[in-house]
């Protein structure tokens, strides 16, 4: 039982990194996976909110509806830092930890020391590629 519940977020994960310039919702996630029936909708809701919460999935709210999308962001520090994202490639660049540091005490200055949410926090951009 645990080993196959292993399988299914060692297969869900993969293809998030293989697809790692785009995000998905979890139906279209499905889609792509669900077919031969080895990974089910619950476990794919599952898994994904656990990896989002060990940051190396972003969550996107997606637009007028209550539903998010998911797109891999890294398993490194990702939890302590800002992401920026390209709105025309997709790309993730991750804000390094000399510019998260300045961000933090501005903000903290700013405003009496407010905190950052760095995982709900994502800066909306065109990378040089790109640009
Ligand atoms: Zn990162
Ligand atoms: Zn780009």
Do not use: W
Not at 13 to 37: K, M, N, P
Not at 49 to 71: C, D, H, K, V
Not at 91 to 114: K, P, T, V
């Amino acid at each position: 039982m645990k080993k196959y519940h292993t399988e299914q977020r060692r297969r869900l994960l993969s293809f998030l990194q293989e697809h790692s310039d785009r995000q998905f919702s979890v139906e279209e996630i499905a889609e792509y996976l669900c077919g031969d029936g080895t990974i089910s909708v619950s476990s794919i809701y599952r898994n994904i909110n656990a990896m989002a919460a060990e940051g190396m999935i972003q969550r996107f709210p997606r637009e007028g509806s209550r539903t998010f999308l998911y797109q891999y962001i890294g398993d490194g520090d990702c939890r302590e830092h800002i992401h920026m994202k390209c709105e025309i490639c997709g790309s993730i660049f991750h804000l390094d930890q000399e510019a998260m540091a300045a961000i933090d005490a501005s903000a903290s200055a700013a405003a009496a020391g407010f905190h950052i949410n760095k995982k709900k926090t994502i800066l909306y951009g065109a990378c040089g590629k790109c640009k």
